[in-house]
């Protein structure tokens, strides 16, 4: 693969306008060659992330097909860089200071094919899984209803085993296919994956996941599974602190605890360190008030385990990814 570093000029309108709007710092765009992929330097996240917080990626790229996300590893690889894949960023806590290396976000691989034969569905690790949920209740197929609360990308959501309403993606997962640091595809069933509650073997590895297949159930009424997936939505928008910012639930539940449940019984909901707060809906949701920084929120979830810790002995384990440098002390 032929890649050269490109003037403004190379790329198209669009990207040579974005080229300008980051040339207060020392932005540059790497075109890559046989790909409409461009790979931009000193990329704000913080658009890109859920909490609306975080640094600049060194590098970033969203690729659109397959061939640009192979190209764009591979550019990685020439140039020693780190990999971070970014889905719909809601799970991520990414730091102020940003993230060294490539980031690579799949926001833009989209494809999704129902098979009515199968009942399968078929789906690329950008597509986004509430817009999913609600298709498939327009087409009267049952499966997805549980997941329409969930603003996470496909691929996010086979990593993390996202869930909601006693279901999750383990459930429901066929295959997903992953590519391999070495630019390989391969296609992997839920158990060579490795699920439990909210991981998987995916979490932290070096394999991204390009597209998955769940088996849903075609046939039923529209009206129907329409109903119950507003029903969700319904529910999640009364039980959950939508309005601001937030990466859902922060902590894991500790089995038989609920960690909303913990916090709020220590006191502290409404609790807030600079814009980051203990929502007041769910005590287990922190939200940006309004400028919040990183390290406001990591501060706040280091507050929330010790407090935790000294009443109940439990240390409460983060659902949230926490990437990139932050101060070990608050
Ligand atoms: C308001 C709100 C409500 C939420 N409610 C729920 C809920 O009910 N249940 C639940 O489980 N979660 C919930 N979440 C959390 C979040 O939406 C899920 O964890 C979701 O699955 C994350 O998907 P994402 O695309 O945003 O992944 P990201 O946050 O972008 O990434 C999460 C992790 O997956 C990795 N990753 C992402 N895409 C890929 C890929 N293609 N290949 C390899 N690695 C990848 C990232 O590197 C990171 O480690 C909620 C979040 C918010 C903001």
Known sequence: MKISQAAGNV??????QKQKKDNSGESKIIYLQGTDCVIKSQASLSAFTSYRVGGAAEWYAAPRNL????????????????????????????SDRG??????????????????????????????????????????WQGLEWAV???????????????????????????????LPNGTLESLTPAQIGYSYRTSSLQGSDRIVTQATF??????????????????????????????????????????????????????KGYQIGGAQVALL??????????????????LINHIQQQVQEHWSILLEPEVKMIGEFQAVC
């Open 99 to 140: 993230l060294p290396g490539l980031v690579i976000s799949t926001r833009h691989l989209r494809h999704s094919n129902f098979d009515p034969q199968t009942g399968q569905l078929t789906v690329a690790a950008g597509e986004s899984i509430p817009s999913l949920a609600w298709e498939a209740a327009q087409l009267g």
């Open 67 to 94: 061939e640009a996300l192979q190209a764009s590893l591979e550019y990685a690889k020439e140039h020693d860089l780190a990999v971070t894949t970014l889905g719909a960023g809601s799970n991520l806590l990414v």
């Open 282 to 299: 769910h005590a287990n949701f922190i939200v940006n008030r309004g400028g919040a920084k990183a390290s406001d929120i990591f501060c």
């Open 11 to 16: 790329c198209t309108v669009s990207t040579t």
């Open 215 to 268: 088996q849903l159930q075609p046939g039923a009424d529209p009206a129907k599974v329409l109903a119950i997936t507003k029903e969700h939505k319904q529910h999640r928008l009364t039980t959950q602190p939508y309005n601001f910012p937030s990466c859902g639930s922060v902590f894991r539940n500790p089995t038989p605890y609920a960690a909303g449940w913990l916090i709020e019984q220590t006191g502290l």
């Open 149 to 179: 609360g969930i603003p996470g990308t496909v691929g996010g959501a086979v990593v993390m085993n996202a869930g909601a309403h006693n279901s999750c993606i383990a459930d429901m997962l066929v295959s997903a296919q992953v590519l």
